[in-house]
């Protein structure tokens, strides 16, 4: 059965950077999809990015131009780069492997001053 595991997430100033990670094990990393899913309090989860297994990427508009999803094969890991961030990023963000409907727990980003 397919593992995902995020980085830790963290507390993050307006305009600042924060890199998540999310390893996946018992699987062949290189022949699936991926994407990025946050949940904001009050608020359905929705997804953020997705990449390809040939890396193809797609984005939310609400991240376009701020955010960067990217894999390494190798490493069996796919990551979102967060650049400026702003308050209404908060959320606790979950990687996805969307054809067999895997999620990790989930990691509390949190952009406030």
């Known amino acids: 059965q397919v593992q995902l595991v995020e980085s830790e997430g963290g507390l993050v100033q307006p305009g600042g950077s924060l890199r998540l990670d999310c390893h996946a094990s018992?699987?062949?990393?290189?022949?699936?999809?991926m994407a990025w899913y946050r949940q904001a309090p009050g608020k359905e989860r929705e997804l953020v990015a997705e990449?390809?297994?040939?890396?193809?990427?797609n984005y939310a508009d609400f991240v376009k131009g701020r955010f960067t999803i990217s894999r390494d094969n190798a490493l069996s890991t796919v990551y979102l780069q967060m650049n400026s961030l702003k308050p209404e990023d908060t959320a606790v963000y979950y990687c996805?492997?969307?054809?067999?409907?895997?999620w990790g727990r989930g990691t509390q980003v949190t952009v406030s001053s």
């Open positions: 996805s492997l969307p054809a067999l409907n895997a």
């Open positions: 018992r699987i062949i990393f290189s022949v699936v999809d």
């Open positions: 990449i390809t297994k040939s890396g193809t990427t």
